[in-house]
């Protein structure tokens, strides 16, 4: 187990250098300061800025694209294609700030992505920390792996961050253009005409149920996905599960690194999260019972068996914050992609495919497909015609295989070095 780590951080370096070298930044505007509200449209229409590159007829109504959940993948797709010049519904659950302990560490890569988005700009003023690499901890050696930044800008590097934060701001940019609407509601079904997905059913917040229509529906609502049984055949692992803290009054012992402890029975991560706080995440597998927190149990255990193998520098800290029971617990699940193909529909992100955490891959996989997505169709000038559009949504499950193949390099390095 411990080798496989090893060799796991080792390898990103590797594959992040793969991931940058394809990668070149652009420029990008500046999102103004100051942008509460998120903006509102009558009649479920808005008709394209002249700025739009897809400037559509004013009698084709409704939006072209509807959008379930604005989460990573979906609001950074949402801004993306609102950008092209579509009209776009999203709909997502809970529009209040996120508050979770993963989703909180972007690879280079990923920053790479959010450059060629125009989204960079979603990691200024949420204090965001850079991150240039690893540094790896066993039996008391310290190893550093640093990410191959060299022939990139002085920027370029990961960032980690308040995962909400993160979220909101990527919210509030696809918010502020006319053609994209951002709908709360819960979305409870896919609806179908002749065998092909023609929009949604959803729920508001005051129980009125309403329905969405366009050519194209892409699902992106999380690792807790209730409509991907129907565009995919998901087979969901849980190899363990994360105990979490933000750790304050503290300096990591590498400044601006991710923090990989390789203790027994499975690592312990650290990172900042903004300039005053760091995370901790204990890995406990899925074969060990998870200590109750309720009890005392997950106190106990995090004191004995996890704090002892802390370095010196975050010890104090960590403990302090077990005995004020800040404990927090997620899930952590792994999923990959098979998908099943269904005219007029899309699945991304989460909902799609997951990788374990500890890889801190998962976004720079989303944003990576909103990048392949977005390319893929932008020559389409019209989703409604269906025969079209089925086909890029085909070449999209064979395009995006690239980044899979890397990401799984990192959650599963003995296998791909046996390829």
């Not at 950074?76 to 659950?93: F, M, P, Q, S, Y």
């Not at 690893?134 to 930044?149: E, H, M, N, Q, V």
């Not at 002085?154 to 995962?163: D, L, Q």
């Not at 991710?258 to 074969?287: K, M, Q, T």
């Amino acid at each position: 187990m411990i080798d496989q780590f090893i060799g796991t951080f080792f390898a990103t370096s590797l594959i992040g250098l793969l991931l940058l070298i394809i990668l070149r930044p652009n420029k990008m505007k500046k999102l103004p300061k100051s942008r509460k509200n998120y903006n509102k449209m009558e009649n479920d229409v808005v008709l394209t800025s002249a700025d739009n590159e897809h400037s559509l007829p004013e009698n084709v109504s409704g939006p072209d694209v509807i959008i379930v959940g604005a989460g990573v993948a979906g609001a950074a797709l949402a801004h993306t294609l609102g950008k092209d010049g579509r009209r776009v519904h999203v709909i997502e659950r809970d529009l209040t700030e996120p508050d979770r302990i993963v989703g909180e560490l972007l690879q280079p890569g990923g920053y790479l992505k959010l450059v060629e988005l125009g989204l960079d700009d979603c990691v200024e003023e949420i204090d965001a920390q850079p991150v240039v690499g690893y540094a790896l901890f066993k039996d008391g050696k310290i190893t550093k792996t640093p990410y191959p930044l060299g022939n990139f800008q002085a920027n370029v590097a990961g960032r980690s961050f308040h995962n909400g934060r993160f979220i909101q701001r990527m919210r509030e940019k696809a918010a502020s253009l006319s053609n994209v609407r951002i709908e709360e509601g819960t979305v409870t079904s896919l609806f179908q005409e002749n065998g092909i997905v023609k929009g949604v059913h959803y729920k508001t917040k005051d129980g009125q149920e309403h329905k969405s229509c366009a050519p194209l529906t892409i699902v992106c609502d999380g690792g807790f996905s209730n409509l991907r049984r129907s565009l995919c055949n998901p087979k969901v692992d849980i190899p363990s599960c994360f105990v979490g803290m933000a750790l304050e009054n503290c300096q990591l012992p590498v400044p601006n690194h991710g923090h990989v402890v390789l203790a027994d029975p499975s690592p312990i991560l650290f990172y900042p999260i903004s300039s005053s706080e760091v995370r901790c995440l204990v890995d406990v597998p899925a074969g060990q019972k998870l200590p109750s927190i309720a009890n005392g149990e997950m106190a106990k255990y995090l004191k004995t068996k996890v704090a002892p193998q802390i370095p010196d520098e975050l010890r104090d800290a960590f403990i302090s914050k077990v005995e004020k029971g800040s404990i927090r617990t997620a899930t952590n699940r792994s999923m990959p992609a098979a998908p099943k193909p269904n005219p007029g529909a899309l699945l991304l992100g989460d909902a799609f495919n997951m990788r374990h955490p500890l890889t801190g891959g998962g976004m720079t996989v989303a944003l990576s497909d909103v990048v392949v997505l977005r390319n893929l169709i932008k020559p389409l000038q019209d989703f409604h015609d269906a025969a079209s559009l089925n086909q890029y949504l085909d070449s999209f499950y064979t395009l995006r295989k690239v980044t899979v193949k890397l990401s799984h390099c990192l959650s599963n390095i003995s296998v791909c070095m046996g390829d």
